[in-house]
């Protein structure tokens, strides 16, 4: 059973940049795509990046051009790279980790609160 933990969260004004880390451990992680997720208050959950275990990725239009998913397998760590930051990107950002379009294990979750 994998397990997963996100880090890298914060407070940021507009136009700067964030990178989030998650962290897999307790199965092989390069069979995984791995996924990040946001859901702001009121909101529900949305993908924001996917990238397959062949590095395949893709986006929610509102992300593209501004933020990179990329992964280390050697590491076991997904990362998301987040530039010129908005105030409509603030949320609780998941990771998670799926096979065979099947939701394996989700993160704790951390806080990206961007405001001038």
């Known amino acids: 059973q994998v397990q997963l933990v996100e880090s890298g969260g914060g407070l940021v004004q507009p136009g700067e940049s964030l990178r989030l880390s998650c962290a897999a451990s307790g199965s092989i992680f390069s069979i995984y795509t791995m996924g990040w997720y946001r859901q702001a208050p009121g909101k529900q959950r949305e993908l924001v990046a996917r990238?397959?275990?062949?590095?395949?990725?893709n986006y929610v239009d509102s992300v593209k051009g501004r933020f990179t998913i990329s992964r280390d397998n050697a590491k076991n760590t997904v990362y998301l790279q987040m530039n010129n930051l908005k105030p409509e990107d603030t949320a609780n950002y998941y990771c998670?980790?799926?096979?065979?379009?099947?939701?394996?294990?989700w993160g704790q979750g951390t806080q990206v609160t961007v405001s001038s």
């Open positions: 998670n980790a799926a096979t065979y379009n099947i939701v394996r294990a």
């Open positions: 990238i397959t275990d062949g590095g395949t990725t």
